[in-house]
């Protein structure tokens, strides 16, 4: 079965926020903009349950912000910066920028 990834000009603004709107997926698209290229799921330090993890990575490739691809035995996942950007100019800049990242304890 094919990964779904809506094309640009599908991507909803309301599908992009609303994922956004979730601390843990906030912070996955924090890590991924902050490393070029892709990364692998398992590379992020994410601190919940593998099935929890999985549903927040298809909300963020289903809403048009990330791409998966397989590389080898794991699923790697880019942050589509390019489609994002083209499709709502400054939209993730003004969230990042205006959700600090969570403190370290």
Same mark, same amino acid.
């Given at each position: 079965?094919?990964?779904? /990834? *809506? ?15 979730? *601390? ?11 490393? *070029? ?17 999985? /549903? ?12 998966? /691809? ?31 990242? *969570?403190?370290?304890?």
């Amino acid at each position: 079965m094919a990964t779904y /990834h *809506p094309d640009p000009e599908q991507l909803l603004v309301e599908d992009v926020l609303a994922a956004l709107g979730n *601390p843990v997926r906030l912070g996955i698209v924090r890590e991924l903009d902050a490393s *070029p290229g892709a990364r692998t799921c398992g590379s992020l330090p994410l601190e919940i349950t593998k099935a929890t993890a999985t /549903h927040h990575w298809r909300v963020l490739r289903e809403s048009g912000i990330t791409r998966e /691809h397989k590389a080898g035995r794991s699923k790697a996942v880019s942050l589509r910066r390019e489609d994002l950007d083209a499709r709502f100019p400054g939209l993730l800049d003004a969230v990042l920028r205006a959700t600090p990242p *969570p403190r370290e304890p």
